[in-house]
């Protein structure tokens, strides 16, 4: 069975040296369900929470901003990491604490917040002469790389460090990566896992799937989220608003039973479609029917999730030209968000086109493969 960093604090309690803050959120527990909050007060003098998208307890929703507050839970104050002003360490909070504790699950996928929330923490720590200490969890893919990296002109908060999509490492060696890469000098400490080998996937942990927010509800959905969360810059539905996020997909201007058989006919390894017809209760759409698939995935060593959302939007654009939109950007000076979560501005042309640009994702994830070797903790077997 996989421990987890935040199994291990007692054999490190050397490290949490001081006043100790901990960026949290519900993922934030032992591999016995226990909270980390109580595994540090109980070991350490634990001052304050910090609140990464989400919130400490998961209770804000995706991409709603929120201020600081009192975790009624654990009676501790807590500082927003992600507010409309800021989403980094300021020197106030910085004088809080001498020692801080990052344990948040992420998914293995570039997209996720956290790990800009990660690199902040590097720079602001090392900057502040503070020690940030990570509880490692394993990456739910495994050592799956797949996609193109992140282009310095699209970084942002969903894509903030040049790594492809699917980048596979843990949420430890990637800190080391950016610690070193970026040459922040942080008093970076890592409590490793247990028993853990590059190749395990979530399913080899020997645990129950904690949901990192509530748009990840199931590993299923992990594994398709590398492909299927690109939909959120288009204008149809990436499945919010349905028992099924980033696994079933859709608009009100398409025919379930059409759309599936042309997905089914592109072939896609590891993954199949069945119609499907669905009213958001949120988000985009919400309240009006809409036609699409759901996938299911049928052979997960096959999946390839990021050419699959590649392809979805290919087969988008050319079956409704009329009406399937990329959404504009929020700000008149921005870039589409589409370009922000793939990480270059390849679609905003015209004439891309597919092949070519899974080709370049093919070389540039067999690069960060080499790059990655020198920050790998874990044995392959």
């Known amino acids: 069975m996989v421990l987890f960093g935040a199994d291990r604090v007692a054999d490190f309690r050397h490290l949490f040296a001081g006043r100790t803050a ?43 901003l929120f201020s600081d507050e009192i975790d009624i839970e654990s009676g501790l104050p807590v500082r927003s990491l992600y507010t409309k002003t800021s989403k980094r360490l300021s020197p106030e909070t910085l004088a809080l604490f001498d020692t801080l504790v990052y344990d948040i699950a992420d998914v293995g996928c570039r997209y996720y917040t956290f790990l800009t929330t990660l690199r902040y923490c590097i720079e602001d720590c090392a900057a502040a002469g503070k020690r940030l200490v990570v509880l490692d969890r394993p990456n739910p893919l495994g050592d799956r790389v797949e996609g193109g990296l992140l282009r310095q002109e699209t970084a942002s908060f969903v894509g903030g460090y040049p790594i ?29 896992c247990s028993g ?23 590993y299923e959905t992990a594994l398709l989220y590398p492909g299927t969360c690109l939909i959120e810059g288009t204008n149809c539905s990436e499945g919010r608003g349905t028992a099924d996020p980033f696994g079933i997909l859709g608009a009100p201007f398409i025919r379930g039973e059409a759309f599936c058989r042309a997905f089914n006919d592109l072939g896609c390894p590891g993954v199949e479609a069945t119609p499907v ?9 919400q309240g009006t029917l809409c036609g ?22 290919d087969l988008l654009r050319r079956m409704y030209p009329s009406d399937f939109q990329f959404l504009p950007p929020v700000r008149p000076d921005g870039k589409p968000f589409l370009s922000l979560l793939a990480g270059h501005r390849d679609f905003e042309r ?12 093919a070389q540039e994830s067999q690069a960060f493969r080499q790059r990655k070797a020198p920050y790998e903790y874990y044995p392959k077997e």
């Open 22 to 64: 901990l960026l949290t959120g519900p993922s934030g527990r032992t591999s016995g369900n226990v909270p980390t909050i109580d595994v540090l007060k109980a070991c350490c003098d634990l001052r304050l929470l910090l609140a990464p998208e989400h919130g400490v307890r998961g209770d804000k929703a995706a991409g709603a």
């Open 164 to 192: 492809p999509v699917c980048y596979g490492l843990t949420c430890g060696e990637l800190a080391r990566m950016m610690n070193a890469e970026l040459g922040c000098g942080c008093d970076l400490q890592v409590v490793p």
């Open 196 to 218: 853990l080998r590059r190749s395990m996937t979530f399913r080899d942990w020997g645990h129950c799937w904690v949901m990192p927010s509530l748009g990840i509800p199931r």
């Open 277 to 285: 017809y669905f009213t958001p209760t949120t988000s985009k759409h």
């Open 292 to 313: 699409g698939i759901q996938l299911h995935i049928t052979e997960e060593s096959r999946l390839e999730p990021v050419a699959m959302g590649v392809k979805l939007l």
């Open 350 to 361: 015209p004439d891309w086109d597919a092949k070519t640009l899974l080709d370049r994702y």
